[in-house]
Nanobody
Framework: QVQLVESGGGLVQAGGSLRLSCAAS????????MGWFRQDPGKEREFVAA????????AYTNSVKGRFTISRDNAKNTVYLQMNSLAPEDTAVYYC?????????????????WGQGTQVTVSS
């Protein structure tokens, strides 16, 4: 089992920045690829960013490329999502997830463990 706890969400004005963190506990963190997804009520869960187990490879959805950066610190068992130039359409609950394998993975079905989510609200 892997337990994931997100933090860092909140309310920010358009153009602002937030940094999400996801702390993992349980099994060896470095064995897992990690991902960030987001979901608005009534919409499907959307892939945002993912990172390989080593941190050497990343993937992003097109709408966040150049604005968001995913990173990980395996010594701290934590994955981060730095979000800059936030826009109202980025408003959602953000979830981190862990997947066995090298990664990065874009498909939510690849992930085995999920956090409880953290709300990000961007005001215009």
């Amino acid at each position: 089992q892997v337990q994931l706890v997100e933090s860092g969400g909140g309310l920010v004005q358009a153009g602002g920045s937030l940094r999400l963190s996801c702390a993992a506990s349980g099994r060896t963190f470095s064995n897992y690829a990690m991902g960030w997804f987001r979901q608005d009520p009534g919409k499907e869960r959307e892939f945002v960013a993912a990172i390989s187990w080593s941190g050497g490879n990343t993937a992003y959805t097109n709408s966040v490329k150049g604005r968001f950066t995913i990173s990980r610190d395996n010594a701290k068992n934590t994955v981060y999502l730095q979000m800059n130039s936030l826009a109202p359409e980025d408003t959602a609950v953000y979830y981190c997830a862990a997947a066995q394998g090298l990664g990065p993975f874009r498909n939510y079905r690849s992930y085995d463990y999920w956090g409880q989510g953290t709300q990000v609200t961007v005001s215009s």
